[in-house]
């Protein structure tokens, strides 16, 4: 029965956090994504003028697998494409003899300038791994029957080192309960009810929750648009700035904490974590950590909000559940 506990590091302002991954020979730092189901890496096949800097994966080690390929377009338009291979993967100690490694023939821009990553590794559910002609396993899905609990959790932190484990929960991690909420895979996504929220000005009532979905590989918190309206208005100089494509607030402000409403319990985002980033480097204006979820279809429950909570993402049970628990 395997167990397994691997670092997640935050890169600059906690855009994304990065975990070493060993496939094959190499070792590669890989963002882990509960938002996507394809574990795909910079490769000796990525053009050298997209690959530049980061770490490479020789499929000389693995197994082609003959006619497969695969191309993924995230939510912020960035993609990948490439053909794939089986090889051995180990995170944490845990090991997949055989795992789809989706090597990159083509990024685009966003993954060639983020020199730290070296590519993504899904967590999302395998139904929407986009291996044609034949979908194939995530690597928790691969694993998950040598685990000892069909598991992983989450715990990321604000500008400093988190974790994710896998086959188990680590108690140390949180404190009081864990309060459970029901899965829907209909989408592929660890997707929950949220059931309200409060905070900030006029306090949107905890009576609106909504659909969302955990994504460790979305830096903010995207939610209903009357709710962000509704917590910025009572942040001074905050405003919805249409040319930076979402709200901003001055870099010395420190907004009030945000309230979710999960299971019947309430988890706080901190203030601190909502004045997310200067615009570009030096400037005054930040931009928020809260945004609105219009055209998304649901709530996503990025970053800004997973390094406020330990997350527990459990399959091992009749149907897929989430947890949460305060850090
Ligand atoms: C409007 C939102 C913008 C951000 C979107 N998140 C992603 O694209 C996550 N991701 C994965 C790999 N690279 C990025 C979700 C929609």
């Given at each position: 029965c395997q167990t397994g506990e691997v670092a997640a590091d935050p890169q600059l302002y906690d855009q994304s956090y990065l975990s070493p991954v060993t496939i094959g020979n190499s070792e590669l730092m890989l963002d882990f994504d509960t938002g996507s189901a394809d574990l795909w890496c910079f490769s000796t096949e990525s053009p050298a003028v997209q690959s530049a800097g980061h770490g490479l994966y020789n499929p000389s080690t693995g197994t082609e697998l003959d006619g497969a390929f695969w191309d993924i377009t995230y939510g912020d338009q960035s993609a990948a494409s490439g053909n794939v291979f089986a090889d051995k993967v180990v995170v944490g100690g845990v090991t997949a003899t055989k795992q789809a490694i989706e090597a990159a023939t083509s990024v685009s821009y966003e993954f060639t300038e983020d020199v730290a990553s070296d590519g993504l590794l899904g967590l999302a559910f395998s139904s929407i791994n986009t291996i044609l002609p034949q979908p194939q396993t995530t690597f928790f899905d691969t694993v998950r029957n040598t685990l000892a609990k069909a598991v992983f959790t989450v715990d990321l932190k604000k500008g400093a080192a988190g974790s994710y484990t896998f086959g188990y929960i680590d108690s140390s991690k949180y404190s009081g309960a864990i309060t459970y909420v029901p899965v829907n895979t209909a989408n592929g996504f660890w997707q929950f009810t949220a059931d309200g929220y409060s905070g900030g000005?006029?306090?949107?009532?905890?009576g609106r929750g909504g659909v969302a979905i955990a994504d460790t590989g979305t830096s903010l918190l995207y939610l209903p648009a009357s709710v962000a309206k509704g917590y910025y208005s009572g942040v001074q100089g905050a405003s919805f700035d249409f040319r930076q494509g979402g709200y901003t607030l001055p870099c010395s402000a420190t907004p009030p904490d945000f309230n979710v409403a999960i299971g019947g319990k309430t988890f706080t985002v901190p203030g601190s974590y909502i004045n997310y980033a200067p615009l570009r480097a030096g400037s005054s204006t930040c931009f928020g950590g809260i945004q609105a979820d219009s055209g998304i279809g649901f709530s996503i429950f990025g970053d800004v909000f997973l390094k406020a909570v330990y997350a527990i993402f459990d399959d091992s049970g009749s149907s897929p559940k989430l947890g949460f628990a305060a850090q």
């Open positions: 000005g006029n306090n949107a009532s905890t």
